[in-house]
């Protein structure tokens, strides 16, 4: 049964008298402490908070002295009392509540300043299971909420970034905040408490092996606001969750305009399939326009990989997002350059190509630090109507060892090195995927479409487009292979791949027609693998 309000209106103006700090980081703690001071509120402070106070020649009171309680078990309870959180809670317009604390001696808490142990930093930094748990706060959410419930009357401040605000608010209104801005922190701090607690629960489930729990919780930290969202209609910011995997998010920008929601998309996508090609092998590159690839190679050099990645579809490169595998150098930044690129992102930067860079002001730089470890777990969430679809990460990865031939003539060595870099690539690719290759690099892109067909045909005719730009004889996917990111569901879309001249197929297999599309691959004289798994990319 819900609880009724007594409907008392809140205030506008309320005074100040006594404010609270408990703090873990103590930016800027002292000056506000200090400015709270001169406007006579009287300080009430926990453990390292109230010391630093004190050693900076502040009056303070210890939270005992409203507790009459000291701090106990290494200081997991001290603020866990009615002298804290009646003073907190209490409506000082509701007659039995005023007459509850002075019947208790509860005096009432007016500026509360809290934030919490650092839970994320601590799992971040690899500590072990106790010292994680000893590191979730419990006093910290428990003032933070009862002072964001009762917002009539107190005022919660979760962030240094506000502390001017607050200052500010009570030097113009004479030691008084505003109900617009009680009503605005304690938004954030219940945004705050939620986002801490989901990240508790993530941790907690990850800890006992249930990714998929009852109650699924996920929380991030807005990092900026966007100028619009996908749209110019539409309005968007980034958030940052606390999983720190290389990539868009943890990236450093070193030059260029802010990145837009569209632009984050796609370099997150481009990062993520570069990320599958070992630099030690083999330079990786990897062009992405709107989400999906329009060119990706392997090189002896990034110049190297970035030219056969061009090539693939000059045309829609322009305006793209350039990933790399190694460490972005000259020569591969001179060549990059030459046409209109959104955005670069690579694990680092020499100083020559940064020179290079420099000089396309509006193209944004981004450095990672290392590349995404394509195998590691982790989960995906898309919002539907009154929901939320959450999946492991597609961290599958097809080896040599999976594949199995089911054709009369098996793929080639040249052939099947090939045929795997296309399927890892068809894992990157919107469904429906087609993907042609030939020598370590893509000659031909079909991606989205309703039919696999189509996706063959669009792919070869892009192979066609790019032979005639490049004044070829003949369109690369002549002896190339093809890689296809679910079965064949009849034989028509390996004929067409056929057609444009591939050699050979990777495909998952498990069609209920794969005897009729194996058939039509021994008819046609061409190899095929299956490997048991697929790659769909919604």
Known sequence: MAVKSKNIPAPDLVKAGRALLSVSDKTGIIDLARALSEQGIELVSTGGTAKAIADAGLPVKDVSSLTGFPEIMDGRVKTLHPGVHGGLLGIRDDAEHAEAMTAHNIEPIDIVVVNLYPFEETVASGADYANCVENIDIGGPAMIRASAKNHAYVTIVTDPADYDELTGQLSANGGKTTLELRKKLAAKAYGLTARYDASISRWFAEQTGDLLPVNFAIGGHKSE???????????????????????????????????????????DAAFELVSE???????????????????????????????????????????????????????????????????????????????????????????????????????????????????????????????????????????????????????????NAIVYVKDGATVGVGAGQMSRVDSSRIAARKAIDAAETAGAAEPTTRGSVVASDAFFPF???????????????????????????????????IAMVFTGMRHFRH
Do not use: W
Not at 319 to 338: F, P, Q
Not at 497 to 510: F, K, S, Y
């Open 277 to 431: 090609f070992d630099p030690a092998e083999r330079a990786a590159v990897a062009i992405i326009k709107h989400a999906n690839p329009c060119g990706v190679a392997t090189g002896d050099s990034l110049r190297e990989a970035y030219e056969k990645a061009f090539a693939c579809d000059t045309v829609s490169a322009f305006g793209g997002i350039v990933a790399l595998n190694r460490e972005l150098d000259a020569e591969a930044a001179s060549e990059i350059v030459k046409i209109f690129t959104e955005v670069i992102i690579a694990p680092s930067v020499s100083a020559e190509a940064s020179e290079i860079i420099a000089a396309k002001k509006n193209l944004r730089l981004l450095t990672t630090g290392g590349l995404a470890d394509p195998s590691a777990p982790g989960l995906f969430v898309k919002t539907v109507s009154g929901g939320l679809l959450v999946q492991n990460r597609d961290n599958g990865r097809v080896t040599l060892d999976s594949l199995k031939t089911v054709t009369r003539r098996a793929p080639t060595e040249q052939e099947l090195a090939d045929l795997l870099f296309a399927f890892r690539v068809a894992k990157h690719v919107k469904s």
């Open 225 to 267: 606001e966007l100028r619009y969202g996908e749209n110019p209609h539409q309005s968007a910011a980034f958030y940052h969750t606390a999983e720190k995997r290389p990539g868009v998010a943890t990236a450093a920008q070193h030059q260029g305009k802010q990145l837009s929601y569209n632009n984050i998309n796609d370099t």
């Open 491 to 525: 034989a028509d879309g390996l004929l067409s791949a056929v057609e444009a001249g591939a050699t050979a197929v990777i495909q998952p297999g498990g069609s209920m027609r794969d005897d009729e599309v194996i058939a039509a691959a021994d008819e046609a004289g």
